[in-house]
């Protein structure tokens, strides 16, 4: 993530201290950030889904790239430095560069994520229990061409929220 790290220097870096909120869930902010250092929490519905510490992450992303609010806050677990790009989609359409690296994370992630469903569906296969029969349906969706009139993001149990 060199080149995203070069590629976004001439932006400020800011700096937020234990417990700020660099991203509110359910707000859309147009930010991006790039971590310099420090360690964040991925927090969705008041639980931490992960942890990012890694110089040069992007933060805010998906929220861009779907024109969506946030779907999970980003909280800082110690003193965190990053860039802030207050107009991240027009950065990210004037820098190529930049729009294939994080391109290529967000394949990383969606590979381990169809891996993790896959292997999931397999180890549950004879159990005979429809529990896992959703792994069928979010598998399906993530293969579905999603441009299509009538597709929308959100889950059955939060209509019209992100996924």
């Known amino acids: 993530m060199s080149d ?21 869930e359910g707000k859309k902010t147009g ?27 992007v933060l805010g992303e998906l929220s861009l790239l779907l024109d969506q609010p946030h779907n999970a ?9 990053a860039r802030l790009i ?3 989609a027009g950065f990210l359409r004037s820098t ?3 729009i294939y ?3 290529r994370v967000l394949a990383l992630r969606l590979h381990l994520l169809t891996t993790y469903l ?6 549950f296969a004879d159990k005979g229990d429809d529990h896992f029969a959703m792994v069928d349906v979010i598998i399906a969706c993530m293969t579905q061409q ?3 009139p009538g597709f929308r993001l959100g889950s059955d149990r939060e209509p019209g929220s992100p996924p």
């Open 31 to 57: 930010r991006l950030y790039v971590l310099t250092d420090g360690e964040v929490a991925i927090m969705r519905n008041g639980m931490e889904i992960a942890v990012v510490d890694k110089p040069g992450a």
């Open 146 to 148: 999603h441009d299509q």
């Open 96 to 98: 190529p560069e930049v």
């Open 86 to 88: 207050e107009d991240g």
């Open 73 to 81: 806050s980003v909280v800082a677990r110690r003193q965190t430095r």
């Open 4 to 24: 995203l790290r070069q590629a976004c220097a001439s932006y400020p870096e800011v700096t937020f201290e234990t417990g700020s909120e660099l991203l509110a």
């Open 101 to 103: 690296q994080v391109a």
């Open 118 to 123: 896959g292997d999931l569906k397999q180890q």
